[in-house]
C-alpha cells in the first residue's frame, strides 16, 4: 500500500472537529480515492480537556501549533484556528519552513498575508490550499483555478458570508432585529470568532479579496475592496426594497475596468427572482462571468461544520493524489499589483427617506436630485404618519459621487427628516 499522508491537525472547533470526523467516518473511501489512507498523527487546540464529541485519543496532543506544524509524522500542516496573525500565522510559516503543505480554512490569513505565504510556499515547492476559505462547501477556487482556467474572467460576485445571508433572510422572514438572530446564526456554527468580521463585511471581504487575485491575475489586495457591512439595514429598509421587487444581500462584485480593478463588498439590491435574490439562510452563491464559458452560477451552503469539512477534505484529497499548483493560479512571481478603481461602475440605486407632509416637499427633492444629475426611475410615497410619509425611489445609473451631492443636498431641504438611506441596485 503506499504511504499514508500524515495530517497535523490545528483547531478543533466548528471546521476542525468536522473534518477529524471525516477522516474517522469515510477512511474506506479516503483511501479508495485517492490510493493512500490518510491519517492524522497530531493535533492542537487551547484547550486539551475540552470534550469535542469526537474520539482523539489515538493522536499526539501539542499545545503549541508552531511545534505541531513542526513535526516529523506531519506531511500536511492542517491550520483550522483562524486569526490573520497569531499562532496562524506563524505556524503556518513554521510548517512551509520546515517542508510541509499546508491546507487552510483561514480566509482573513490569506486576504492579509497571501502573497508573502504563496512567494513562500512556492520557493519552497510546497502548495498551500484554501478551498474551505471562500463560500464554505461550495468549491469554488477549483472552479476558478482549474475548470475556468481557459477563461478571461470579467467579472465575480457574489453572496459570500453564511452569517449575514442568515440574519438578512430570517429578518425578512421572522420579524425580528439582526442583534435577535445572533444566536441562531452562532448555533449553526457560522459566525466567526469576532462576529464584526461577518456583519461588518470584512470576512465576506477577505474572501472577495481572494477570488479577485486568482479571477484576475493580480495579488490580493484586501485593502482595496470598498466594505460596508450591515448593520445599518434595518427591517424597514428590508420590507421596503421587497415592496419595490427586490431583496437586500451582502454582495460582492469584483471586475477589471478601465479605471482598474473594482471590488465592492456592500449590502446591495437585487431583484427578487433573480437567482442571488432567492437565496436562503446559510447558503452562499457565486456568479463568474469567463469571455467562452459565460456566466456560471455555484451555491451551496456557504459555512457550517459538514460544508466546510467537506472543502478541506477536498484540498487534502488533492494533496494525497499529487495534485499541485500554485497558490492564486499562476506563480505568485507574476501576480500583477492592480490598479484599484477610484470609484465603482454606475448603477441604479434605491432610497428611502421620510419627507415632510408640507406643500412642495417632493418637487423640492426632485429638482435637488435633478440638479446632480440623478434621474428618478420609479417612485412610491406610502401614507403619512404624524405628518411624515416614507417614499422609496429608484433611480436610473448614475455615479455615487452625482448620488452623494444628491444625498447631501436632500439632507438640506427642510423636506425630509433624518438621512436617505442609499443602496446600490446590482445588475446580475
Ligand atoms: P472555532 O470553532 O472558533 O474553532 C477554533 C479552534 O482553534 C478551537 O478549537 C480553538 O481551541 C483553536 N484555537 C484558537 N486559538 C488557538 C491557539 N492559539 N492555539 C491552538 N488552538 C487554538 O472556529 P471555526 O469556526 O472552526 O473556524 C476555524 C477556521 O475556519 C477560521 O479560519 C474560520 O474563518 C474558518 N472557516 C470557518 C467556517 C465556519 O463555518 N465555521 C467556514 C469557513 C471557514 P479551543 O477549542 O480549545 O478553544
Ligand atoms: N463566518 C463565515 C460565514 C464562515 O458566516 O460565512 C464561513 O466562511
Redo the contacts with the bound molecule.
Keep these: 500500500m503506499s504511504q499514508p499522508l500524515r495530517l497535523g491537525i490545528a483547531g478543533l472547533g466548528t471546521v476542525g472537529v468536522g473534518v477529524v470526523k471525516i477522516i474517522q467516518q469515510q477512511a474506506d473511501l479516503l483511501t479508495m480515492r485517492t490510493g493512500r489512507p490518510v491519517t492524522i498523527s497530531a493535533i492542537s487546540a487551547r484547550s486539551r480537556g475540552k470534550d469535542r464529541g469526537v474520539d482523539l485519543s489515538a493522536y499526539a496532543w501539542e499545545d503549541d501549533p508552531v511545534a505541531l506544524a513542526k513535526r516529523d509524522d506531519v506531511d500536511v500542516y492542517v491550520e483550522l484556528m483562524g486569526g490573520s496573525n497569531g499562532p496562524a500565522k506563524a505556524s503556518t510559516l513554521a510548517a512551509l519552513d520546515a517542508g510541509k503543505d499546508v491546507v487552510t480554512?483561514n480566509?482573513a490569513l490569506l486576504a492579509l498575508h497571501g502573497q508573502m505565504l504563496a512567494e513562500k510556499a512556492e520557493a519552497a515547492g510546497r502548495v498551500i490550499r484554501y478551498e474551505a476559505?471562500v463560500?464554505?462547501g461550495i468549491p469554488v477556487i477549483k472552479a476558478l483555478t482549474e475548470g475556468l482556467a481557459g477563461n478571461k474572467i470579467a467579472r465575480v460576485m457574489g453572496v459570500?458570508?453564511?452569517?449575514?445571508n442568515?440574519i438578512l433572510t430570517r429578518m425578512e422572514a421572522t420579524g425580528q432585529g439582526y442583534n435577535a438572530l445572533f444566536d441562531e446564526?452562532n448555533k449553526l456554527g457560522?459566525?466567526?470568532a469576532d462576529p464584526n468580521?461577518?456583519v461588518g463585511g470584512i470576512?465576506?471581504g477577505h474572501?472577495l479579496s481572494l477570488l479577485s487575485s486568482i479571477a484576475f491575475g493580480t495579488q490580493v489586495d484586501f485593502d482595496g475592496v470598498e466594505l460596508e457591512g450591515i448593520q445599518r439595514i434595518t427591517l424597514e429598509d428590508i420590507r421596503a426594497a421587497a415592496d419595490m421587487g427586490y431583496r437586500v444581500k451582502l454582495l460582492g462584485v469584483a471586475q477589471m475596468t478601465e479605471r482598474g480593478l473594482e471590488q465592492r463588498m456592500s449590502p446591495c439590491l437585487v431583484p427578487a427572482d433573480s437567482p442571488l435574490g432567492q437565496l436562503e439562510g446559510?447558503t452562499?452563491m457565486v456568479v463568474i462571468e469567463g469571455d467562452s464559458v459565460g456566466q456560471i452560477v455555484l451555491r451551496g451552503a456557504?459555512?457550517g461544520e459538514g460544508p466546510?469539512a467537506s472543502a478541506v477534505m477536498g484540498d487534502i484529497c488533492d494533496v494525497a493524489r499529487g495534485f499541485r499548483y500554485p497558490v492564486f493560479g499562476q506563480p505568485a512571481s507574476t501576480l500583477a499589483q492592480a490598479p484599484r478603481a477610484q470609484s465603482a461602475t454606475p448603477a441604479p440605486y434605491y432610497l428611502r427617506m421620510s419627507l415632510r407632509d408640507k406643500p412642495g416637499a417632493l418637487a423640492k427633492v426632485a429638482s435637488v436630485l435633478g440638479e446632480a444629475g440623478v434621474s428618478i426611475h420609479r417612485m412610491r410615497q406610502y401614507d403619512h404618519v404624524d405628518d411624515i410619509a416614507p417614499v422609496l425611489l429608484v433611480t436610473h445609473e448614475t455615479t455615487r459621487a452625482d448620488l452623494d451631492t444628491a444625498l447631501e443636498g436632500i439632507a438640506n431641504t427642510d423636506a425630509v427628516t433624518g438621512a436617505p438611506v442609499a443602496l446600490r441596485i446590482e445588475t446580475v
Excluded: I, P, Q, R
Excluded at 459570500?160 to 449575514?164: A, L, W
Design positions: 480554512a480566509k476559505a463560500a464554505g459570500m458570508n453564511g452569517t449575514c442568515y446564526a457560522y459566525l466567526e468580521l461577518d470576512d465576506a474572501k446559510g452562499n456557504g459555512a466546510t
